[in-house]
């Protein structure tokens, strides 16, 4: 059962931009600290960014100035606007939910940047 759906993905060239959308239920999404991580090839998952259910932010620091992170607590969603992209950006991007009783993965997005 997928709880947490990506889309926005794809193909862009450099200096490009993408917006990420993950939408989940309120369940998930309620009170939860949302994330975006990014796994690229032959590289470890790192954090990308995340909003505390205050909305307050934090960025890895290779984006920031470059991506922004939102969420819509009525429609339940997390958003990440990607500016700026570089090859270097290219990887699979993860939601996350974190709450105190329990995390959650989405099952990824492809972002690859390329001309």
């Known amino acids: 059962q997928v709880q947490l759906v990506e889309s926005g993905g794809g193909l862009v060239q450099p200096g490009g931009s993408l917006r990420l959308s993950c939408a989940t239920s309120?369940?998930?999404?309620?009170?939860?600290?949302m994330g975006w991580y990014r796994q690229g090839p032959g590289k470890q998952r790192e954090l990308v960014a995340t909003?505390?259910?205050?909305?307050?932010?934090n960025y890895a620091d290779s984006v920031k100035g470059r991506f922004t992170i939102s969420r819509d607590n009525a429609k339940n969603t997390v958003y990440l606007q990607m500016n700026s992209l570089k090859p270097e950006d290219t990887a699979v991007y993860y939601c996350?939910?974190?709450?105190?009783?329990?995390?959650?993965w989405g099952q990824g997005t492809q972002v690859t940047v390329s001309s």
């Open positions: 309120r369940s998930i999404f309620s009170s939860a600290t």
């Open positions: 909003i505390t259910s205050f909305r307050a932010t």
């Open positions: 996350n939910s974190r709450r105190p009783v329990a995390t959650t």
